[in-house]
Nanobody, 122 residues
Framework: QVQLVESGGGLVQAGDSLRLSCAFSGRTFSNYAMGWFRQAPGKEREFVASISLRGRTTYYADSVKGRFTISRDNAKNTMYLEMNRLKPEDTAVYYC???????????????WGQGTQVTVSS
């Protein structure tokens, strides 16, 4: 069974940076496309970014394009989300997710982490 554990969230000020990590275990990491999603209070979970099996293909939500960078290290079984120029509207619980096969931008993922809180103050 795949297990995903997010880390790196916290409270920051607008304009600051954070780096989230997602540790993967239980299966062969390089067989899974990965994604980051977020959910703010009272809102539905939304797509943030996703990355293909070997990291050659990435997708971003328009709201984070140019500010966030998704990456993965298959040797370390870890995915990252580098978040720069953070805004108060980025405040949410951030989740990592894994799916066997092709990378997608929907919530159609097989496994989910428990989430890490990111709070951006103005």
């Amino acid at each position: 069974q795949v297990q995903l554990v997010e880390s790196g969230g916290g409270l920051v000020q607008a304009g600051d940076s954070l780096r989230l990590s997602c540790a993967f275990s239980g299966r062969t990491f390089s067989n899974y496309a990965m994604g980051w999603f977020r959910q703010a209070p009272g809102k539905e979970r939304e797509f943030v970014a996703s990355i293909s099996l070997r990291g050659r293909t990435t997708y971003y939500a328009d709201s984070v394009k140019g500010r966030f960078t998704i990456s993965r290290d298959n040797a370390k079984n870890t995915m990252y989300l580098e978040m720069n120029r953070l805004k108060p509207e980025d405040t949410a619980v951030y989740y990592c997710a894994a799916r066997a096969g092709a990378v997608v931008t929907t919530t159609n993922y097989d496994y989910w982490g428990q989430g890490t809180q990111v709070t951006v103050s103005s």
